[in-house]
C-alpha cells in the first residue's frame, strides 16, 4: 500500500458521470487512486473481498440497479471493518427525503452531481482535501449537504 | 293527575252545589217563616171573635142574672149557667190564642181576674134576693151598680188586649215584610252568581272541547305528514310495548320491505323474514341486547325484496317511560341505500385521488431525477468542449455551444420552476405560527446577489407573526422580489415597498365575502416597467408570460406558484400595473384574532 496516493472509490451506474469523475481527478493533479464499481453489489463484493485495500473516501451513488447506494451504506455502517470509512453520497437529486435518510445513516457530506466541469472539479478537492477523521466532529444536518 | 282544567269544573259544580243549597234552605225558612205570619193573622181573628164571644156571653149572662132577679124564676139560671161555661172554654181558647209578648199574658190574667169578680159579685146578687123578691133592696141595688162597673172593666180589659194584640201583630207583620222585602232580592243574588259560575264553567267546556278538537285535527294532521315525510325520507317508524311484547310497524316499514302496508303481521319473526341472511346474525343479537338493555344503537342490516333488490337500512331506538310507567322502545329504521353507495363512491374516489397522487410523486421524481440527469450530462458536455476543446472550434462553433448552452439552462430553470410548482400543490402542509419579518429577511438574503447587482432598495413595514407553511411563504416573498427586480427600469434602480395593514373584511370589494373577519393586507409595490391593467389576471396563469423570452428571462411559472401559495393560505393576491410607472401585488391572508 502506497501512502502517498490518495485511495478513492466511486459507485456509480452512469458511464458519463464514471468518466467525468476519473476526468477530474486526473485534471486536479492530485495522487490518487479511483476504483470504479457499476453497482452496488460490485462494491460490497469488493469491500467485503479478502485482501482488498480499503478506500480512504467512498462515493456513493443512490440510485443503482441491483442494489441502491441507500443499502450499500447501511450495510457498510452494519460492519464493523468498514463503518470509519468516510462516505460522500453523490446524487442527481438533493430531495430532502434522500438527505434526511442518508443523513440519519451516517454519511458525512451529499454532494449534488453539478452540471458544470469546473464546479465538479471544485466540488471534488473540497471533498478529497477535507479531514473526515476530524470534520465528522462537526457534522450537523444543516452542513452536511455540500454548497460551494 | 288532574289538569287545572278539570279543577276548574270541579270547583265550579262545587260552588255551584253550595250555592243551590243555600237556596233551597232560605227558601224553606222563609216559607216557614209565611205561614206563621199568616197563622199570626188567623190567630188574631179569632182572638178578636173570642173575645167578642166572651163579652156577649157575659151579656147573656147579665140578662140571665136580670131575669132571675126580676122573676126569681130559677129558669133564669140556665141560660146564665150555659153562659157560664161558655166563657170558661173562652178563658181557655184565648190561652193558646194571645202572642205570648208586650204583657199580653198579664193582661189575660188581668182579665180573668175581673171576670172571676165579676161572677163573685153575681153570686153575691143571687144570695140577695131569696127573702123578698118584690123589694130591691139597697144592698142589692149596691151589687147591681158594682156589677155595672165590672163590666166596664172587663170591656176596658178587652179593648186593652185588643189594642196590643193589633199592635204586636202589627209589629210582627213589620218585621217580616222587611225579612221578606230583602230575601228575593238575596235569593236573585244567589241566583245571578249561580248562573254566572255555571255559564262560565259552560264556556270553559267549551272551549276546552275545541281546543281538544283543535289538538285532535292537529293530531291528525301530524299523522299525515309524518307519514308523507316516512315516504319522502325514506324513513319508518316503530313501536315495541315491552309489557305485551307486541310490535307496531309503521306504513312506511313495509314499503322499506318491499311490500304494502300493513300486508302482514307485526312480528320479530315476519320482519326477520326479509332481512339479507348474511346480516340475521348480528341484527339478532342486536335485538336481543335492545331487549334485554333497552336500548338499539345504530345498527346498519340489509333487506332483500321479494324481486331481489338489496336495501341497505338502519335502526335506532330509545326507550320511553310515560308519566304511568308504562316502558315503550320508539325506533325509527331508515333505507340508508344511497349513503352506503355514496359513501363508497367516496371510497372510490378517494383512492382514485390516492392513485392519482401517487403518479403524480412519482412525476415529480421522475422530472427531478432522470429528466435532469441527461441535461446535466448535456450541460457538462459543454463545458468539456468549452475548455478542452478550446482551441479547436471555429468561432461559429462556439456560438452554437454558446446558444446550446442557454438553451439548456432555460431547460433546467423550466424543470426547477416546475418542480416548485407540483411542489406547492402536493408537498405536505404544516401551518406553524411564524414571524413573517424573518421569512422576508430570508427572502432577502437569497436574493442578495441580485439586489446587490441592481442596487435595489426594499422598504419594509413590521409583517405580523401567523400560521402558515413558512417555507411556501418564503418562496412567494423570493417571487415577488425577483420579479420586481426582473422587470426593473432600465437604468432606474429598483425600489420596492413593502407595506401590512389589518383590515376589516367586509370593507375590501374582493374579501368582502369571505368567512373570516380579518384579513392582513401586504403589498409589495415596486417602480419597474410595469404592465398594462388589461393582463392583471392573465399574468398569474401558468407559463404566461407578457414579453419576450430574449427581453427577460422567465419561466412564467414565478407568480403563478405565488397564487398557488396564497390559495393554499386561503388568501387572494391582486396584481395591479402601470407600464412605465410600476406594478403592485397585493396580498390578502385572513387570520382569527
Redesign the interface.
Known amino acids: 500500500m502506497n501512502s502517498d496516493y490518495i485511495n478513492i472509490a466511486l459507485a456509480d451506474d452512469?458511464e458519463?458521470?464514471r468518466l467525468?469523475f476519473t476526468?477530474a481527478f486526473e485534471e486536479l493533479k492530485i495522487k490518487s487512486k479511483v476504483l470504479l464499481f457499476k453497482d452496488g453489489v460490485e462494491l460490497m463484493e469488493y469491500l467485503n473481498g479478502a485482501d482488498r485495500t480499503l478506500p480512504n473516501l467512498l462515493f456513493l451513488d443512490l440510485?443503482m440497479p441491483k442494489k441502491s447506494g441507500l443499502e450499500c451504506l447501511k450495510e457498510i455502517k452494519d460492519t464493523k471493518q468498514l463503518r470509519d470509512m468516510a462516505i460522500a453520497i453523490y446524487s442527481?437529486?438533493a430531495?430532502e427525503e434522500d438527505i434526511e435518510n442518508t443523513f440519519v445513516k451516517g454519511a458525512n457530506v451529499y454532494i449534488k452531481?453539478?452540471?458544470?466541469?469546473?464546479k465538479?472539479k471544485k466540488v471534488l478537492s473540497e471533498v478529497v482535501t477535507t479531514n473526515w477523521q476530524y470534520h465528522t466532529s462537526g457534522l450537523n444536518k444543516d452542513n452536511f449537504l455540500l454548497r460551494l | 293527575m288532574p289538569t287545572p282544567s278539570s279543577r276548574y269544573l270541579r270547583t265550579a259544580f262545587l260552588v255551584g252545589l253550595f250555592v243551590i243549597l243555600c237556596i233551597g234552605g232560605f227558601m224553606y225558612k222563609h216559607i216557614s217563616e209565611l205561614s206563621q205570619t199568616s197563622q199570626e193573622v188567623e190567630d188574631n181573628y179569632e182572638l178578636r171573635s173570642e173575645l167578642e164571644l166572651l163579652i156577649s156571653n157575659l151579656k147573656d149572662a147579665e140578662i140571665g142574672q136580670r131575669g132571675y132577679l126580676l122573676t126569681s124564676d130559677s129558669l133564669f139560671l140556665n141560660p146564665y149557667q150555659e153562659s157560664l161555661n161558655k166563657i170558661q172554654n173562652n178563658l181557655t181558647a184565648l190561652d193558646t190564642l194571645i202572642i205570648p209578648k208586650g204583657g199580653q199574658v198579664e193582661k189575660l190574667k188581668v182579665l180573668k181576674v175581673d171576670i172571676a169578680k165579676r161572677f163573685e159579685n153575681f153570686d153575691k146578687s143571687f144570695t140577695l134576693t131569696n127573702e123578698d123578691n118584690t123589694i130591691l133592696t139597697q144592698e142589692l141595688l149596691f151589687s147591681l151598680h158594682e156589677g155595672e162597673i165590672r163590666m166596664d172593666r172587663i170591656r176596658e180589659d178587652i179593648i186593652e188586649m185588643l189594642r196590643l194584640e193589633q199592635s204586636l201583630l202589627t209589629e210582627h207583620q213589620k218585621i217580616n215584610e222587611k225579612k221578606i222585602g230583602l230575601t228575593p232580592l238575596f235569593f236573585y243574588g244567589l241566583l245571578i252568581v249561580t248562573l254566572v259560575i255555571l255559564l262560565l264553567a259552560y264556556l270553559k267546556m267549551t272551549s276546552d272541547l275545541r281546543a281538544l278538537k283543535e289538538s285532535n285535527t292537529e293530531l291528525d294532521v301530524f299523522e299525515k305528514l309524518t307519514k308523507q315525510s316516512e315516504i319522502v325520507s325514506d324513513s319508518s317508524t316503530w313501536v315495541w310495548y315491552i309489557e305485551e311484547n307486541e310490535f307496531e310497524f309503521s306504513d312506511n316499514l313495509y314499503r322499506l320491505v318491499g311490500e304494502e302496508p300493513q300486508s302482514f303481521e307485526p312480528t320479530l319473526e315476519n320482519f326477520y323474514k326479509y332481512v339479507h341472511e348474511e346480516d340475521l346474525d348480528n341484527l339478532g343479537q342486536q335485538v336481543n341486547t335492545m331487549m334485554r338493555e333497552e336500548e338499539l344503537p345504530f345498527t346498519n342490516f340489509r333487506v332483500v325484496h321479494k324481486d331481489g333488490t338489496i336495501r341497505h337500512l338502519k335502526a335506532f331506538s330509545k326507550l320511553m317511560d310515560d308519566a304511568q310507567g308504562v316502558k315503550t322502545m320508539l325506533g325509527v329504521t331508515v333505507d340508508a341505500t344511497n349513503e352506503v353507495e355514496n359513501y363508497r363512491i367516496i371510497e372510490q374516489r378517494n383512492q382514485e385521488l390516492e392513485r392519482t397522487n401517487k403518479e403524480l410523486s412519482a412525476f415529480n421524481y421522475v422530472a427531478s431525477h432522470d429528466l435532469q440527469e441527461p441535461l446535466r450530462k448535456i450541460q457538462t458536455f459543454l463545458s468539456r468542449l468549452e475548455s478542452k476543446e478550446k482551441d479547436r472550434i471555429s468561432e461559429s462553433g462556439k456560438d452554437y455551444i454558446q446558444r446550446m448552452k442557454s438553451a439548456s439552462a432555460r431547460m433546467r430553470m423550466l424543470i426547477e420552476d416546475l418542480l416548485q410548482y407540483s411542489r406547492t400543490n402536493t408537498s405536505e402542509k404544516e401551518y406553524i405560527k411564524t414571524n413573517m419579518n424573518m421569512l422576508l429577511e430570508d427572502a432577502q438574503a437569497e436574493l442578495f446577489d441580485s439586489i446587490e447587482e441592481k442596487q435595489a432598495k426594499i422598504i419594509c413595514d413590521e409583517l405580523p407573526t401567523m400560521d402558515v407553511v413558512s417555507f411556501q411563504i418564503q418562496q412567494l416573498f423570493i417571487n415577488l422580489i425577483s420579479n420586481s427586480l426582473k422587470y426593473s427600469r432600465e437604468g432606474v434602480p429598483p425600489i420596492i415597498e413593502i407595506t401590512h395593514q389589518e383590515v376589516l373584511s367586509r370593507e375590501v370589494n374582493q374579501i368582502k365575502n369571505s368567512l373570516y373577519k380579518y384579513h392582513h393586507k401586504i403589498t409589495f409595490k415596486d417602480n419597474g416597467i410595469g404592465f398594462d391593467q388589461v393582463y392583471a389576471d392573465k399574468i398569474f396563469l401558468l407559463f404566461n408570460r407578457l414579453h419576450g423570452k430574449s427581453e427577460y428571462s422567465g419561466t412564467g411559472i414565478g407568480l403563478a406558484i405565488c397564487k398557488k401559495i396564497v390559495e393554499n393560505h386561503k388568501g387572494i393576491i391582486i396584481a395591479k400595473g402601470e407600464p412605465n410607472i410600476g406594478a403592485t401585488f397585493t396580498i390578502y391572508l385572513p387570520f382569527l384574532k
Open positions: 452512469d458519463d458521470d467525468f476526468e440510485n442527481t437529486s430531495s452531481k453539478p452540471n458544470d466541469f469546473e465538479l
